[in-house]
């Protein structure tokens, strides 16, 4: 559009020209014998000066230039858009990927979190389960144990009754229901150190004839086998019952 117009401008701007020229010679015209013509290469001249070319190929080369540059642009932010999708990927992997490493120890973390209090809940079951074994084993042995001494004790305790009711002489005022009752004190070897009514049968005879059966026994030598923490435990004081009917320790 701007290469017809210049090309219009120069047009105009020729014929102006032309007319000018007509109009000078016209006015400066004078009869002669001879006839004059006129060149037209004043005019061709003009119009070669005048035909505005040169700024067509300027602004043809600077359109020229500027469509480059506008592709570079476009090129160049496109390689920046490239760069920076690029550059977003490459930081969207790296926290993806520092996401995933953080769940990963996380992840091992609570697995070695529960390792350990399963371990620990497994060590308590079998502490307690040892403990319970233990205290089971612990408590049969105690009742054998019970039951053994419970064994030697009535053993010896049938020593004692034997050896007191032959001691024992029933004096003429014991009756039927009568009972009194006797604490014997002895020392490892046997050996009967006191003796005391503790319930009196309401008869003094009565009384004293039990006292003297436990003193005429003096001694019961059979208990210097008795293991000591038996002794210790039953014997070192031994309660005695004394009835016509009956002699119960």
Known sequence: MSRILSYVIGAVVSAVLHVGVIVALWANWQPSSETVYLQPKYVVAELVQLAPRAPGVSKEKKTSVTSDQLARKKKRQLEERERKRRADKRRDDAEKAALAKRKKRQDEERAALEKRQLEERQRVEREQQQAEWEDMLAQEEAQMDAQEDQRAANSYRQIIQQRLSENWSRPPSAR?????????????????????????????????????????????????????????????SVDVAFSPEDLRL
Do not use: C, W, Y
Request: overall charge positive; cysteine-free.
């Open 176 to 236: 039927r229901n009568m009972e009194a009752q006797v604490r014997i004190q002895l020392v490892p070897t046997g050996r009967v150190v006191g003796v005391s009514i503790i319930k009196s049968s309401g008869d003094a005879a009565f009384d004293r004839s039990v006292e003297q059966a436990v003193r005429k026994a003096h001694q019961f030598i059979e208990l210097q086998a008795m293991d000591s923490r038996l002794f210790e435990l039953k014997f070192r």
